[in-house]
């Protein structure tokens, strides 16, 4: 069933793709072309950019680990060491969770002086493909109107309109034997 924790595994790679499109809601445009920024040739991990006109660019990256499937599951649902491995991330408080399938989250995200940090609200959902076990984690931006249990942003923190993520695992054959 799609909405099961993800299965423990031994013995698989795992392609992790992830992406995150920060700041206000996409134009309806056509969107423009992936662009490869920076490949890693230690880990072989690689770096995408998209342009989105005036709005922060879309980031895209992909790579490759050996680990178990729920060690990498477990590792995107513990928010309190979040701030350890993403990238500028502050702080990540749970404000809402059903088991570890799904949730919302206020993320603090750090910005360079001048400028104020930014906050999102972010309703996630993770699922797995029965057939093909693909995990995805897809996080989007939590609209405040009807919603009185939200906290109201810091003063001293940029809320933003909208957000979207997505982390996606697929298992990949183990070249390695």
């Not at 969107?31 to 920024?37: G, H, I, K, V, Y």
């Not at 906050?119 to 057939?131: G, I, L, N």
């Not at 897809?138 to 309109?161: C, K």
């Amino acid at each position: 069933h799609p909405t099961q924790p993800p299965a423990r595994t031994l013995g698989w790679r795992w392609l992790l793709l992830a992406a995150a499109l920060p700041g206000t809601a996409a134009l309806a445009q056509p969107e423009s072309p992936w662009l490869l920024r920076h490949t890693d040739p230690d880990t072989g991990t690689q770096v995408w950019l998209r342009d989105r006109g005036d709005q922060v660019p879309a980031f895209r990256a992909s790579t490759r680990v050996a680990a178990r499937l729920s060690s990498l599951a477990a590792l995107l649902l513990d928010s309190e060491r979040m701030p350890a491995w993403v990238y500028r991330t502050r702080s990540v408080q749970q404000l809402q969770r059903d088991g570890v399938q799904q949730g919302v989250s206020l993320v603090v995200t750090a910005m360079p002086w001048p400028l104020d940090d930014r906050e999102s609200v972010v309703a996630w959902r993770m699922t797995q493909a029965a057939k093909t076990r693909v995990v995805t984690l897809s996080g989007q931006g939590v609209e405040p109107a009807g919603q009185p249990w939200l906290p109201e942003p810091a003063p001293d923190r940029v809320r933003m309109p909208s957000f979207a993520s997505q982390w996606v695992f697929a298992p990949v054959a183990d070249s390695a034997g």
